[in-house]
């Protein structure tokens, strides 16, 4: 019942900056949390940067101070600025969104289609 379709990925040189949109469709009104997550070749699937529906945030070591992740609850956008890439932050990233079931009978997770980014020179 919720679908994320993320674009704003594509290839950048090191140093430069980049930014992802996760655009939200469906029970928007049920989604508690969002982020984003990235998975590099022959790794695992880490968490990038989350927010919540009240706007509090919290980002992996290795991207603070250089990605932002904002979120439009009036557009049902989430929003990921990236800034001084390096050639580290390669990787497939995917929007994720969690919703709340009615009447606390669980949560369900949404995954987006995934979005390339390279930062090579």
């Known amino acids: 019942q919720v679908q994320l379709v993320e674009s704003g990925g594509g290839l950048v040189q090191p140093g430069g900056s980049l930014r992802l949109t996760c655009a939200a469709s469906?029970?928007?009104?049920?989604?508690?949390?969002m982020g984003w997550y990235r998975q590099a070749p022959g790794k695992q699937r880490e968490v990038v940067a989350t927010?919540?529906?009240?706007?509090?945030?919290n980002y992996a070591d290795s991207v603070k101070g250089r990605f932002t992740i904002s979120r439009d609850n009036a557009k049902n956008t989430v929003y990921l600025q990236m800034n001084s890439l390096k050639p580290e932050d390669t990787a497939v990233y995917y929007c994720?969104?969690?919703?709340?079931?009615?009447?606390?009978?669980?949560?369900?997770?949404?995954w987006g289609q995934g979005t390339q980014v390279t930062v090579s020179s």
């Open positions: 994720h969104a969690e919703r709340e079931l009615t009447h606390g009978l669980g949560y369900v997770d949404h």
């Open positions: 469906g029970r928007v009104f049920s989604i508690n949390s």
């Open positions: 927010i919540t529906s009240g706007g509090n945030t």
